[in-house]
């Protein structure tokens, strides 16, 4: 690999990552404002800038909307005074809240984004890479993401923290299994007979082109797998890591400033991974409706890639809502409940899901 | 005797958990469309005050304009945590009301002591003192926290009066008689 | 390049697995476990060996070393004291560590590693397909011997941790 490629390959990394953490400071914001919609609220509507909100109606709209209220609690972040107890282990205290954020940072690396056709007609997906095991290493990357919840919680020395870190580690456990699962059918469908093998998440959107979608033909495995991604993110109802009506704020309890701002960055990171690959696996990625492609609209070249990508954003968003949603729809799970829930129902339910597809995609294909 | 609230056996469906889930994602989408927003905004939108409002304590004029404090200290004593400091003076003698009453020449009410229990208002002969319905008090400094005379004139305003004391007296003080 | 990577990945291992021997501290000693699983899957992925590299992590990284930490801290292990070795501790271990030597260096020093050819095979698990393929036809036997094993082990556990009701 010549040095310029690793500059190019660099360059998009990073243009990437900041595009991602520029999603996350607004799904803060969405979060915020759904969350107010749900409960009767108004949400943030006061923070405004200079000059843009100073503009008659459109201004007034976008500083009513909240516009401006992530950069106002980036800085809030990033200024306020970064508190470190007496008794936390100082070294796994500062690394636990990195440790939460790479994983998901990382992630994004094997994620497609959509595809365009250059002047030769041939098609490019977008892709940092196009990981042959792709969704493996989604898998074992995104794991990894819970040794800063556990580290956090360990090296606060402080019961809640502690009590949080123990319930994030055994449940993000007991819902791996059930997801991994999940995904299998989709893959042994993937992965025809006289096929290269293949894990890749661009070869399973291409796939869904113009052909039926995932979540359609295979209900099961796209409600397990939702269903671990809500566990897997720790997001309500499985929030067990944090339930702060029973262990104040959980693993980030001590946390303060910037610290917890890397764990809440972290956390929008992980939802929207998740959201991607739920569109992806499940949603038909880049392709605008079941049985069409971009193509049969008879859109081409670069057109062609900013609608796919477009695309790709709406389903992202449009599950990013529904994290948000049911947020406010169920309450949290007690904490035998998500191990029961996990092991003797996801699980099971999984497996079954897994024989009933065997059996399904074995007739489909039979000659 | 305690209410048992017999709970219904679940039927299939229900069991099934997903109905319900979608049923309860039903009704939070209708209230985050339909819902009605009851959030005050503060500072532009302020609450409906009811009658009867004990704010911050203000002292009131008559209608005729003049104040209507004797300083005779009846809310000074009575106050539980000695928020209020009067220092009586005399009208001056050019004023029209000059000897018919004593006037407050200094009047100090500390806000951050004062406990909004109304006790001044029910104590004062004169109805010169009221709890309005103004209840923000805010200010940078322990100083500013101290209303005088002048900031509580401007609180209080005027309050309707029907006895008119203060013309009946000075009629009875220039006829020279006693008790009217 | 690839040789400068290889010796970074292998250094990264062999000296994250002596500090998981030599730390006190257990959450250390786990923590240097995981560094050792991420250096070993980079040396995988430095044999193309994808699919191997990966399973790594997420099986040893993702969720073995998490139960580790699990009970460490559950069980809320202190920081271990220098315990006295005993001499028989002692011989065991010298005799040991003289077999794995002559091991080392028999392995290094014979003619079988230096007839290597310059072009590499291909790995038989560098594609999944191969990689399953091979585990189901070459490798079948193995496969089912740690199957059972791991269900051996997997009972063992069930009952041991049953509770056993006496009444």
């Excluded at chain 1, 607004?26 to 200079?50: C, D, F, H, M």
């Excluded at chain 1, 890591?241 to 303060?256: D, I, P």
């Excluded at chain 3, 069980?75 to 002692?90: G, H």
């Excluded at chain 3, 392995?107 to 091979?134: Q, R, V």
Aim: charged letters at 15%; a neutral charge.
């Amino acid at each position: 690999m010549e040095l310029s490629d690793i500059a190019i390959k660099s360059i998009y990394a990073v243009i990437v990552v900041s595009v991602l953490m520029g999603f996350c400071s607004y799904a803060v914001l969405a979060e915020r404002k759904i969350s107010s919609w749900i409960q009767g609220r108004v949400g943030p509507n006061r923070t405004s800038l200079p000059f843009i909100s100073s503009i008659p109606y459109i201004g007034r709209f976008l500083t009513r909307l909240g516009v401006f209220q992530p950069i106002a609690d980036g800085a809030k972040f990033l200024f306020k005074e970064d508190i470190t107890p007496a008794h936390v282990n100082k070294l796994y205290f500062t690394l636990a809240p990195i440790l939460s954020l790479i994983p998901a940072l990382t992630t994004v690396v094997v994620v497609p984004f959509g595809y365009y056709e250059n002047a030769a007609g041939e098609v490019v997906t977008l892709v940092l890479t196009d990981l042959n095991v792709a969704i493996l290493f989604l898998f074992a990357v995104s794991s990894l993401g819970v040794y800063g919840i556990v580290l956090a919680g360990w090296s606060s020395n402080s019961k809640y923290p502690f009590l949080g870190g123990i319930r994030a580690s055994a449940q993000m456990i007991s819902y791996e299994l059930a997801m991994g699962i999940s995904v299998l059918p989709v893959f042994m469908w993937l992965n025809a007979p006289g096929t290269a093998g293949t894990l890749s998440l661009v070869d399973v959107v291409n796939s869904q082109g113009g052909a039926l979608w995932y979540a359609m033909w295979m209900p099961g495995s796209f409600l397990i797998f939702v269903v671990c991604i809500f566990a897997e993110t720790n997001r309500l109802p499985f929030d067990m890591a944090e339930s702060e009506t029973e262990l104040v704020s959980g693993f980030h309890t001590e946390y303060s400033s910037f610290k917890f701002g890397l764990f809440f960055v972290g956390e929008y990171a992980h939802m929207l991974v998740g959201s991607a690959i739920v569109a992806i696996l499940f949603l038909g990625g880049w392709h605008p409706l079941p049985f069409m492609t971009w193509a049969d609209f008879g859109v081409h070249g670069l057109l062609a890639g900013v609608l796919s990508v477009g695309t790709l954003i709406g389903k992202l968003c449009g599950f990013m809502f529904f994290f948000m949603w049911i947020r406010w729809t169920l309450p949290r799970f007690r904490y035998d409940q998500v191990m029961k829930l996990g092991w003797q129902m996801l699980l099971p339910a999984s497996i079954a899901n897994l024989v009933l597809y065997t059996f399904i995609i074995y007739f489909l294909e039979r000659p | 005797m305690a209410i048992v609230v017999k709970r219904k056996p679940l039927n299939l469906l229900e069991k099934l958990y997903i109905p319900e889930i979608a049923r309860g994602l039903a009704v939070t989408f209708r209230r985050m469309l339909f819902g009605e927003t009851v959030t005050l905004e503060y500072p532009e939108q302020r609450p409906p005050i009811p009658a009867g409002y004990r704010g911050v304590p203000t002292l009131v004029r008559d209608p005729e304009g003049r104040e209507k404090c004797v300083s005779c200290q009846l809310c000074e004593f009575v106050c539980p945590p000695k928020a209020i400091r009067i220092t009586p003076g005399e009208i001056p003698e050019d004023s029209e009301y000059a000897h018919v009453e004593k006037g407050p020449k200094e009047f100090d009410i500390d806000m951050l002591r004062c406990i909004y229990c109304g006790m001044c208002q029910e104590v004062c002969p004169e109805e010169a003192i009221w709890l309005q319905n103004q209840y923000s008090m805010s200010g940078y400094s322990r100083a500013e926290m101290v209303n005088d005379k002048t900031k509580l004139y401007e609180l209080g305003g005027t309050l309707p009066d029907e006895h008119f004391k203060w013309n009946k007296k000075k009629e009875a003080a220039e006829h020279g008689g006693g008790h009217h | 390049m690839t040789d400068l990577f290889f010796y970074i990945f292998a250094a990264i291992t062999l000296a994250c697995a002596f500090a998981v021997v030599f730390s006190r501290n257990p959450v250390n000693a786990a923590m240097f476990l995981i560094l050792t699983f991420l250096g070993m899957a980079s040396l995988f992925v430095m044999l193309e060996a994808y699919f191997l590299a990966v399973i790594q992590v997420l099986v040893y990284a993702g969720a073995v070393v998490v139960l580790f930490l699990f009970i460490i801290m559950l069980l809320d292990v202190k920081e271990e004291s220098k315990a006295k070795l005993k001499p028989l501790t002692l011989v065991a271990s010298v005799i040991g560590f003289a077999i794995l030597l002559v091991g080392v260096v028999g392995i290094t020093s014979s003619d079988n590693i230096k007839a290597t050819t310059e072009t590499l095979p291909e790995a038989a698990g560098a594609t999944l397909k191969n990689f399953g393929y091979e585990l189901f036809t070459t490798y079948q036997l193995p496969m089912q011997v740690t199957g059972f094993l791991l269900l051996v082990a997997m009972i063992g556990v069930i009952v041991l941790s049953k509770r056993v009701k006496t009444d």
